[in-house]
């Protein structure tokens, strides 16, 4: 019986990691194919940090927005 269980889970194992494995080669690839646009800072977002920025800071000034990566 213990043998059983056994080789249900290493089965289970290995069937989910085959499967998370071509999951991310297939996201490598879409992202190979399509890959992602630089993003553009609209309004929103500066409204938005800016208002933010305000209302923990007060008196504080939004000069730049940068992305840090």
Sequence with gaps: ???NLFAV???AFLTVFAL???LA???HVITLVF???KAVLD???VAA???TVASLIPGARVT???EER
């Design 49 to 51: 940090v800016s208002s």
């Design 64 to 66: 730049k927005i940068e």
């Design 1 to 3: 019986m213990e043998d």
């Design 9 to 11: 889970c290493s089965l």
């Design 25 to 27: 080669l297939a996201m």
């Design 35 to 37: 890959p992602a646009t």
């Design 20 to 22: 998370l494995a071509f």
């Design 43 to 45: 309004s929103a977002v």
